[in-house]
Each structure stands twice: as structure tokens, then as C-alpha cells.
């Protein structure tokens, strides 16, 4: 399983949306890695963002979550995605631009 999860990344640094839930149910059932709700819902809203139908999947999550970690696995998506986009940020493109 620790294959499939190195896989299951790969595709994850691709915005492979498969591989985000992939990565969700792996860290949501504990399979092959530690168990971590935060990051498996972290990997749904990242799934859901890319057009992917979750919402079923995030209710059952979230329910077994905290407000805080809710509010942590949505940063922590937001947080990845910034990493991740090969599209430029405006206000990096702004500060770019005034030098």
C-alpha cells in the first residue's frame, strides 16, 4: 500500500482529482498510512475544487471533525493549491510589475 500512496501523490502533484481521493479515503480509512481526518478532508475539498462530485464523502468526514479542523483542512487546501498553481498570483504580479 505505501506504493500505492507514493502513486496516489504523483498524481496528487499533477491535480490528478482521482488521486485527491484517492489520497482522502487512504488518510480517512487509515489504508497504508496514519489516519488523519484533517488531511483527508483537506484532499476532498482539493477534489472538490476540481470539479469532482464529494459532498457525500466530506459530510461523513466532517462529521467526525471539530469546527477547527474543518476551518485547518480548508486552509491547509487553499494552502497546497498556492503551492501547486502553475497560475500567477495577481498580487505577485502587481509587486512584479512596480519594480
Not at 469546527?67 to 497560475?87: F, G, K, L
Amino acid at each position: 500500500m505505501a506504493r500505492a500512496i507514493s502513486l496516489f501523490r504523483l498524481g496528487a502533484d499533477g491535480e490528478n482529482s482521482a488521486a485527491f481521493i484517492n489520497l482522502a479515503k487512504a488518510y480517512h480509512n487509515g489504508n497504508g498510512i496514519a489516519r488523519d481526518l484533517v488531511i483527508s478532508y483537506m484532499w476532498l475539498e482539493l477534489a472538490e475544487s476540481s470539479g469532482e462530485q464529494v459532498a457525500e464523502a466530506k459530510h461523513i468526514v466532517a462529521s467526525e471533525l471539530a469546527q477547527e479542523e474543518i476551518a485547518q483542512a480548508i486552509y491547509r487546501a487553499d494552502d497546497w493549491m498556492r503551492a501547486h498553481s502553475n497560475v500567477p498570483q495577481p498580487g505577485l504580479t502587481l509587486l512584479a510589475s512596480a519594480k
